[in-house]
Nanobody
Framework: QVQLVESGGGSVPTGGSLRLSCTAS????????VGWYRQVPGKSREWVAF???????DYVRDAQGRFVISGDNAKNTVFLQMNNLRPEDSAIYLC?????????WGQGTQVIVSS
């Protein structure tokens, strides 16, 4: 059974940093593509960053220059380094990995940025 488990969330002040981790079990990385998403209650889920097997990365506009997605295949883990955090970054952050025709999701980790 494939599982993705996110960790690293927490509460930080504006301008702070967090490093989120997404560790996969039951499957060997790399994924064909892995992404970080965020969700705020009452709003649609928003993609934040993608990492493709080729190494290409993409970021939502307001994450560019502040967030970095990376992977460590030896640890079966994908990271999201988040710097210069803003209150509007507060959300549940989820990771999703795709391999072949399958897509897997974690349960999320909460990020709270206080003003």
């Amino acid at each position: 059974q494939v599982q993705l488990v996110e960790s690293g969330g927490g509460s930080v002040p504006t301008g702070g940093s967090l490093r989120l981790s997404c560790t996969a079990s039951g499957i060997t990385l790399p994924f064909d593509a892995v992404g970080w998403y965020r969700q705020v209650p009452g709003k649609s889920r928003e993609w934040v960053a993608f990492l493709r097997r080729s190494g290409r990365t993409d970021y939502v506009r307001d994450a560019q220059g502040r967030f970095v997605i990376s992977g460590d295949n030896a640890k079966n883990t994908v990271f999201l380094q988040m710097n210069n955090l803003r209150p509007e970054d507060s959300a549940i952050y989820l990771c999703s990995g795709a391999k072949g025709s399958q897509e897997y999701w974690g349960q999320g980790t909460q990020v709270i940025v206080s003003s």
